[in-house]
């Protein structure tokens, strides 16, 4: 089992951030998420791998500067 | 050196008006030539129109100067202002001070804003601005005790020629025995020998016992105050209190201020940590999305990216509260204890260093190809404490790093210095030589305009090359995001009243990353609305990091997730508790409006303000070299084919650089002209009597500029 934000999602072998964000409404405003408080950029979902039990929080990326 | 002595040159006994509804309702006028302190009441109409902050500072300047004036002229004034939701110590970001004068890099109007807690403190000691005139010829302080209502001119000898020394030197002299009541204002030498000086605002960390400064960087405001004699500003006041600005209705500012500071406290560890980190968390972001400057923006990512970003700096950076104002919950205003420097008149000593933040990080570091976060923090360190702006030396230094490796300059005209990516110590030596006005680090501080004419004139390069990698617009260098891939961006930096920086318009995640704004009235659209909302910060005396940098869990569910609009409700409300004056999210983008047309119009009378003056290099829409398409290829081919319709078989990378180019450039003027026409201005970018009229700026002297510029009803 993971964590996003507030809620449980079961988790499975090989999943990666592009896998979690497909179950993820409006995934597309999310270019940034934080995987047990390392940051990862949207180029780097489909390369990342989620561990079991990870904490995850959706970064609503709109600012900087 | 001789002993400190303080003799006294002018002073005034003032009567020290209640604050009315965020308002002091007069402003402090210093002639340092004449020695004359006197007190401008603030009118009702300058209230309505202009509101305060920015908005104060351009009206007085605007009545200050001529269009003859230059930035070395005694009528030329420095403008410093808060604003009337300024000193609340509840609502998050209430703490800035708003700068404005004429520049020595662009010749025209610039403001500049800054945390640290001398804008409240003038504004409670009875002023909600401050503006000098005139020159002295020897060292002047300026000290504003609103404690006893009393303004001196002082004549200084003795004083530490670096800020850091400075600020902590007169805090404690002026403090009483309470440091915490004192805000210092102050520059160093190397404000005086270069064009882009910065200003550090102060206030007292009493956990670390020491003086902490912030920075009024961008245009050379430092440079200014440096030539007007002035070592230090310093304004003494105490208490402060949610009482202080004597809101129109304190409880509605009591809740919504525990509204927003209790998300911030929330929100902050959920998403960015400024609170822990700072701004650094956008190194590794912006490297991600190819958006770090590297090696004078050629680039946009460095494999060595994560040496110099947040989770180094989260280990570096000194654990606490590092709020810039009051009771902050975002409290980024990070720094580094114990620092020893390897150079320079602190080498070998233990120093606090305030920041790095981004902007220092990306122009001191990657884009002068340096990934090693200890001389990041040194040039910090010293760019403070000698007076210079972090944006500005670091642009400056990557053009004449790129200058040298591509053989446009070398050793002979840079005294001997190896100035290639990556060189840190040259890049500091270039740092102490701006300071000391010495060597080449002298050409250096005159900024990339002057060196790109220098270097033409004197050294025979070719003007069209160092045009394309010459990074500044309107004479001032770029703040450090690349824009190659936002055409938004690249408005949001070309379009900007006072030249490429950041805190105008910042859309490249909205454009590039989440493609919010796909067509080219979109685009307009955003840049008419987020420029005029974030000079609403700037009129109220407002961080606008409390804005966007953390936003509620539901906001991507919301109509225009971009604007953060429970957010733009909350402000509305925090302006109206505070002032009494009623308004909707869309009157405070009217009240920017104004202004910030009014700030246009000021740069056309100055001789500026026109669509000639709105142009960008070409390296900040795409790739200057050969190396940069290639890097890139498969990004470029793809735009040429499918977007522009090119076949490109057979085509040599010169000749599809040249057609990018081309479409790329055509892109830019299209943006333009709809820009301009949201804007309501000409399509050659001034606005129309119709626009002024509309805003209620439409002054006998602002239709006379107009008419000397063709544009009449």
């Known amino acids: 089992m993971i964590r996003l934000d507030d809620r449980e999602i079961p988790w499975r072998s090989g999943m990666t951030v592009a896998d979690l964000l497909e179950s993820v409404e409006k995934a597309e405003r999310y270019a940034v998420v934080r995987v047990n408080g390392h940051y990862v950029s949207r180029p780097h979902f489909a390369a990342t791998r989620i561990p079991d039990e990870a904490e995850i929080r959706l970064i609503p990326m709109i600012a900087g500067g | ?713």
């Open chain 2, 1 to 713: 050196m001789p002993s400190l002595s303080f003799s006294e040159l002018a002073s005034l006994d003032y009567r020290r008006p209640e604050i009315e509804k965020g308002y002091a309702n007069q402003t402090l006028y210093v002639n340092l030539s004449e020695l004359a302190l006197s007190v401008k009441p603030v009118t009702e109409e300058m209230q309505r129109i202009f509101v305060g902050g920015r908005g104060f500072d351009l009206w007085l300047l605007w009545q200050a100067v001529d269009e003859t004036t230059r930035w070395s002229d005694p009528e030329n004034a420095l403008c410093i202002s808060s604003g009337p939701m300024g000193g609340t110590p509840a609502y998050p970001g209430s703490g800035k001070s708003e700068v404005a004068t004429l520049s020595p890099l662009t010749g025209s109007v610039m403001d500049s804003n800054v945390g640290g807690y001398f804008g409240p403190y003038l504004k409670f000691s009875g002023f909600d601005s401050l503006e000098i005139q005139g020159k002295r010829a020897t060292d002047t302080v300026l000290f504003i005790d609103g404690i006893d209502a009393k303004i001196q001119l002082l004549e200084t000898a003795g004083l530490p020629n670096n800020a850091y020394a400075l600020t902590n030197m007169l805090t404690q002299h002026f403090a009483a025995g309470k440091p915490r009541s004192i805000s210092v204002v102050t520059t160093g030498p190397g404000a005086k020998n270069t064009r882009f000086g910065c200003l550090n605002f102060s206030w007292y960390d009493a956990k670390r016992k020491c003086a902490r400064y912030k920075q009024a960087g961008r245009g050379g405001v430092g440079t200014v105050f440096a030539d007007k004699g002035l070592r230090a500003i310093v304004a003494r006041w105490e208490p402060v209190a949610l009482d202080s600005n004597r809101p129109a209705d304190k409880q509605t500012l009591k809740k919504v201020a525990r509204l927003h500071s209790q998300e911030v406290v929330q929100l902050d560890p959920k998403q960015n940590e400024m609170a822990r980190v700072g701004t650094t968390h956008l190194v590794p972001i912006m490297n991600d999305f190819d958006l770090l400057p590297t090696h004078n923006f050629r680039y946009g990512q460095d494999s060595r990216a994560s040496l110099i970003g947040r989770d180094v700096f989260k280990k570096l950076f000194d654990p606490g509260f590092d709020g810039c104002w009051m009771g902050c919950t975002v409290a980024c205003s990070h720094g580094v204890r114990d620092f020893v420097p390897l150079t320079g008149p602190y080498k070998g000593q233990k120093v606090f260093v305030d920041g790095p933040e981004y902007e220092t990080i990306a122009g001191c570091g990657s884009n002068i190809g340096v990934f090693d976060p200890f001389t990041i923090m040194e040039l910090n360190f010293y760019c403070d404490a000698y007076g210079l702006d972090t944006i500005s030396v670091g642009t400056s230094i990557a053009f004449v790093m790129e200058c040298f490796e591509l053989g446009l300059i070398d050793a002979q005209h840079t005294g001997g210095m190896e100035l290639r990516f990556g060189n840190r110590l040259a890049a500091l030596e270039l740092v102490h030589q701006m300071a000391a006005g010495e060597g080449f680090g002298r050409i250096v501080g005159q900024g990339v305009r002057r060196m790109k004419a220098l270097f033409a004139e004197k050294f025979g390069v070719d003007a069209l090359a160092l045009q394309d990698i010459g990074m500044e617009a309107k004479g001032l260098e770029f703040s450090e995001y690349m824009t190659k891939e936002s055409l938004a961006q690249q408005g949001g930096y070309g379009l900007a009243l006072k030249g490429p920086q950041h805190d105008e318009a910042w859309l490249i995640f909205l454009d590039m990353v989440h493609n919010f704004m796909p067509t080219f009235e979109q685009k307009a659209e955003a840049l008419h609305w987020f420029p005029m909302f974030r000079t609403w910060f700037g009129l109220c005396g407002l961080c606008k990091l409390p804005w966007n940098d953390i936003v509620p869990e539901d906001n991507a569910d919301t109509p225009e997730p971009a604007k953060v609009m429970k957010h733009v409700r909350w402000y509305a409300q925090y302006f109206t508790a505070v002032t009494g004056r009623k308004a909707a999210p869309d009157d405070l983008i009217a009240m920017s409006e104004a202004v910030y047309n009014f700030q246009r119009i000021f740069n056309l009378r100055m001789g500026y303000g026109t669509r000639a003056h709105d142009k960008l290099p070409y390296r900040a829409m795409g790739p200057v070299t050969e190396d940069e398409y290639t890097s890139r290829q498969e990004r470029y081919d793809k735009q040429l084919r499918e977007k522009h319709g090119v076949d490109i078989t057979g085509k040599s990378t010169a000749e599809k650089l040249a057609l990018l180019r081309r479409f790329r450039e055509q892109q830019y003027e299209e943006l333009t002209d709809a820009v301009y026409r949201r804007r309501g201005w000409t399509a050659d970018g001034i606005p129309t009597i119709a626009t002024v009229r509309r805003l209620g700026i439409d002054f006998p002297e602002v239709l006379a500029v107009l008419a000397k510029h063709g544009v009449t009803a």
